[in-house]
DNA sequence: GGAGCCCTTTGATCCACATCAATACGATTA
DNA sequence: TAATCGTATTGATGTGGATCAAAGGGCTCC
């Protein structure tokens, strides 16, 4: 039975016409026609296993990465090792933009779980944004909206107090989650209390107190890595009532 | 005799063409004929008085704004009247660009001096760099670079201590005066103490204070708001060596 | 299905930076 | 030259989160 089924049917599954990502992804906006064009650019599929590197920092840059499945976090490491992550990426994201500006990666990319990417060789990416005017601007949105989450994440590092920092990080997650088809309140970390924590700008310690006392307040419910939000309105509060 | 000079050569003189910024700016990399298309879509220009917005959060996107001269804060802030200064601009550099992913500005820009821009209109930037294969390139470094700064700050503000934040922000302004043919190590700060602290995590006085400690130190002489850094590898020891 | 290891939680103590407070400086204007 | 105001410095004290430490829990990989 399989043996009937042509080969050219499973390569179309996983194209981005057919994909269910394509309204977070590089072909929003696209027409048809057009999504089949981005379809030829994307070449290949590399899977990667949980905690291997989809790209180091250094390596030279050649193609940016669509998440099909799975999840990762980037960072940044000095020489005298402490790290950084500057972000969580999941399903439609886009991984590797910190390439363009050097032609080499400036940070590390490390699967959270066993991921698969779609390779977007970035040459050709820019080739075809010269002739499709909405992937153009679609792409320029995707980096635009690095940029602003950058800042969002400043503001965060900057300004906010450990629960406020937990407090929009488990927000963030579960919009992200719900634009993805999944429960809003219901779901599981894919990442530890340590890379939270680097995340955050916190240590480990202080990310577990502070899960135990959202749980506490009746937040959260936190039973290791599985999350449940019990009272989004809270969190929310914690985060603009300021109180000096 | 002024009154026997055309006025198309005022206008050429502040033309990309002709402007000494170029090599920092969007027109690098760009031939001469492709810099005169540049210099057509680029409308107007912008004088900007010190403490005025350029742009506020929540206006309409139009356009980017390449700095012709002085220098610029960008900040976030929050309902409860918490601020983030997100990154200091000047000459060459270009703000707006968080404008993009929602057609509407994210951020404040406020010019820290007297100052002006030249305005982008962005649709015509998209339409031009559909043509001109190394401007859209261009363009895409500088939003890449964009992206890689932000991780720079926020290793920074997750990872550093105070003294390693002031340090990594002297010698970061240090290599950008640089880039602009003036000294690496006798400058003049735009900002001030509490702005340079929002952007850097910390308060007014703990700047002042580490201003002072590397005064002591005999790492850089500093009188007010003119910084005259004595020891650059003192700084950069600073950084990399962290003793924990 | 069990051994080992990593991850998480929780408590006790410490310290870097915040906060509070007062003074001093410099630029601007009268 | 004095008055005013925003900015900067410096000192005293407080505190949120780091650090140190130990025990418990749950994956992962044989």
């Given at each position: 039975?399989n043996?009937?089924?042509?080969?050219?049917?499973?390569?179309?599954?996983?194209a981005?016409?057919?994909?269910?990502?394509?309204?977070?992804?590089?072909?929003?906006?696209?027409?048809?026609?057009?999504?089949?064009?981005?379809?030829?650019?994307?070449?290949?599929?590399?899977?990667?296993?949980?905690?291997?590197?989809?790209?180091?920092?250094?390596?030279?840059?050649?193609?940016?990465?669509?998440i099909?499945?799975?999840?990762?976090?980037?960072d940044?490491?000095?020489?005298?090792?402490?790290?950084?992550?500057?972000?969580?990426q999941?399903?439609?994201e886009?991984?590797g933009?910190?390439?363009?500006?050097?032609?080499?990666?400036?940070?590390?990319?490390?699967?959270?779980?066993?991921?698969?990417?779609?390779?977007?060789?970035?040459?050709?990416?820019e080739?075809?944004?010269?002739?499709?005017?909405?992937?153009?601007?679609?792409?320029?949105?995707?980096?635009?909206?690095e940029?602003?989450r950058?800042?969002?994440?400043?503001?965060?590092?900057?300004?906010m107090?450990?629960?406020?920092?937990?407090?929009?990080?488990?927000?963030?997650?579960?919009?992200?989650?719900?634009?993805?088809?999944?429960?809003?309140?219901?779901?599981?970390?894919?990442?530890?209390?340590?890379?939270?924590?680097?995340?955050?700008?916190l240590?480990?310690?202080?990310?577990s107190?502070?899960?135990?006392?959202?749980?506490?307040?009746?937040?959260v419910?936190?039973?290791?890595?599985?999350?449940?939000?019990?009272?989004?309105?809270?969190?929310?509060?914690?985060?603009?009532?300021?109180?000096?």
């Open positions: 039975m043996s009937a089924i042509p080969a050219t049917i499973i390569e179309i599954k996983t981005c016409s057919q994909c269910n990502l394509r309204e977070l992804c590089l072909p929003f906006g696209l027409d048809p026609r057009e999504i089949n064009q981005l379809d030829e650019l994307v070449g290949s599929r590399r899977k990667i296993k949980r905690q291997q590197h989809l790209y180091r920092s250094g390596e030279s840059f050649e193609a940016i990465y669509a099909r499945a799975g999840s990762f976090k980037t940044v490491i000095l020489e005298d090792g402490r790290d950084q992550v500057t972000g969580f999941m399903t439609g886009v991984l933009l910190d390439g363009i500006s050097t032609e080499h990666h400036s940070c590390n990319a490390i699967a959270l779980e066993d991921s698969e990417v779609c390779v977007i060789p970035f040459s050709r990416l080739e075809l944004s010269r002739q499709v005017e909405s992937l153009q601007h679609q792409f320029h949105k995707i980096m635009s909206r940029i602003v950058d800042h969002g994440v400043m503001m965060l590092l900057g300004s107090r450990a629960e406020e920092r937990l407090a929009a990080f488990l927000l963030n997650l579960s919009q992200r989650f719900t634009a993805r088809g999944f429960s809003p309140s219901e779901f599981h970390l894919r990442m530890t209390r340590d890379e939270i924590g680097s995340y955050l700008g240590k480990l310690e202080t990310v107190r502070a899960f135990s006392r959202f749980q506490e307040e009746g937040l419910a936190v039973q290791q890595k599985h999350i449940r939000i019990l009272d989004t309105p809270g969190l929310k509060r914690l985060l603009n009532h300021h109180t000096i």
